[in-house]
Nanobody
C-alpha cells in the first residue's frame, strides 16, 4: 500500500524558510505518476502548491513561484518542498499527495498536467507570523 508521511512543518516568522519532506513507501514513481504538495488554510479551499511528474517536470502555483522548490530524491522515496521567503499567506496545513489510488481530478496543473491525486498524507502545519 502507498503511505505518505509529511514532516518539517512548524512556526516561523515572515521571511523565514522551511523544508518539508514527504516519506513515500509503496509508491512506484517509475509508473509515471505525479507527486505533489497541496495546502489548505482554515475556511479556504485546498489548492495545489507544486507538483513533479515522472519526467521531472514541475508545476507551481503562481503565488509560490520563485519562492518554493519541489524536488524528489534519487531513490524516489522522499519528496521535498523547500519554502523560502515565507509570508503569513503561506500559513496552512500542507499535504503530500501522489497520483493513483483511484483519485478524482484534484487539480489541473500546468505545464506538467498533474491532477489525479488519490494518495494523501496526514499533513503538516505551517504557520508564518508577521
Amino acid at each position: 500500500q502507498v503511505h505518505l508521511a509529511e514532516s518539517g512543518g512548524g512556526s516561523v516568522q515572515a521571511g523565514g524558510s522551511l523544508r518539508l519532506a514527504c516519506a513515500a513507501s509503496g509508491y512506484a514513481y517509475s509508473a509515471q505518476y505525479c507527486l505533489g504538495w497541496f495546502r489548505q488554510a482554515p475556511g479556504k479551499e485546498r489548492e495545489g502548491v507544486a507538483s513533479i511528474d515522472a519526467y521531472g517536470l514541475t508545476s507551481y502555483e503562481d503565488s509560490v513561484k520563485g519562492r518554493f522548490t519541489i524536488s524528489l530524491d534519487n531513490a524516489g522515496n522522499t519528496l521535498y518542498l523547500q519554502m523560502n521567503n515565507l509570508t503569513p499567506e503561506d500559513t496552512a496545513m500542507y499535504y503530500c499527495a501522489a497520483e493513483g489510488g483511484g483519485g478524482d481530478l484534484t487539480a489541473t496543473m500546468t505545464p506538467n498536467g498533474c491532477g489525479y491525486f488519490g494518495h494523501w498524507g496526514q499533513g503538516t502545519q505551517v504557520t508564518v507570523s508577521s
